[in-house]
């Protein structure tokens, strides 16, 4: 629930041309560079260190990468758990050990499948999974990286990980052109795109490795209105007044749980104190989780409402630089 009256309020981006940027970036990576590059591009790009990105996409892929920017860094972990949509091309026959075309190619099948055969196994594949992760993939087991216990271990024959519980929806196939098939769908924070292939291949007894990755959404974030670092470059200095691919806080947390404060209420915030007003104020909205706090259009401070207390206990998260 939004408790700010945006249609009263204006973003003025001409400040932006004129200071240190804050905001996020929706760019378009392309194949063959690292999220880590992009990150490294954009910080030449912007002048400012102080970069970061949320939903990292391996070189093989494409598509929508959020870069955070100056004090909006702050904003990752918040952002981090929004869904994502991709489209997809898997290479039926095939298996490799990253369970991309990139890896060593394990196994092989010439056995075929039919069309209408494809059709029901990826519809079965639509919803709640438990799935196996990738041992090449960065999550941590026992605080070791799976990618490393892969690499360390010539003895691995099925490279699957521990079991992990995803989700998939909207599941649609674009295109079957056998051994290729192109889906789209969209799935939950954690839930890995190569899994769901692998497990594919496996119920269609063939095998399946994936060939091609484009990212279309996080969350309300859209590859639409994403801009390329090469595009980027070509507007230097960055001028992103009115522009699709740049979102301030403001714009950037539309969709979130978002409070106007006054002037004297912002300053206490910002000092890390929650004044009794704003306590008995927010008490009243009956809301919990976190709570972005703005004056007018500058974020102040994320606070955190935890409804298991009664009343509710209201602790302040980050602080945010006046701009």
């Known amino acids: 629930m939004n408790y700010l009256v945006r249609t009263n309020l204006t973003m003025n981006n001409k400040s932006s041309q004129n200071s240190k940027l804050n905001g996020i970036f929706l760019i378009h990576k392309e194949t063959g560079v690292t999220s880590h590059d992009v990150v490294f591009s954009l910080r030449k790009i912007v002048k400012d260190k102080q970069v970061g990105h949320i939903g990292t ?53 010439d056995k075929t499948v039919d069309v209408d055969t494809v059709n029901k196994a990826v519809l079965q594949f639509s919803g709640k999974q438990v799935l196996p992760i990738p041992m090449y993939s960065a999550k941590k087991i026992n605080g070791q990286k799976l990618y ?35 889906v789209e769908f969209w799935c939950s924070k954690g839930s890995f795109v190569r899994s769901w292939i692998h497990c594919l291949g496996k119920t269609l007894g063939v095998g399946a490795t994936m060939v091609q990755l484009r990212r279309l959404d996080i969350g309300s974030y859209s590859l639409s209105k994403a801009i390329s670092l090469d595009e980027l470059r070509q507007t230097v200095p960055v001028d992103v007044q009115g522009k699709s691919f740049f979102l301030t806080s403001w714009q950037a947390l539309e969709n979130y749980q978002t409070l106007a404060l006054d002037a004297t209420e912002a300053n206490k915030l910002r000092s890390g104190l929650v004044s009794y007003s704003l306590s008995d104020r927010i008490l009243k909205l009956n809301t919990t989780g ?15 409402v935890d409804s298991s207390f009664i009343p509710a206990k209201i602790s302040v998260n980050r602080v945010f630089v006046a701009s």
């Open 57 to 109: 996409l391996d070189p093989l892929a494409d598509g929508l990468l959020v870069c955070l920017v100056g004090e909006a860094v702050k904003l990752s972990d918040y952002l981090m758990g929004s869904d994502k949509r991709y489209q997809l091309t898997l290479k039926l026959g095939v298996e490799t050990d990253t369970w991309d075309i990139t890896g060593k190619v394990l196994k092989t099948s």
């Open 148 to 182: 490393d216990i892969a690499r360390n271990d010539d003895s691995m024959e099925n490279f699957e990980g521990p079991l992990k519980d995803m989700n998939f929806w909207d599941v649609k196939i674009l295109n079957i052109n056998l051994p290729e098939v192109t």
């Open 290 to 304: 976190f709570l972005f706090c703005f004056l007018e259009t500058h974020l102040v401070a994320i606070l955190n």
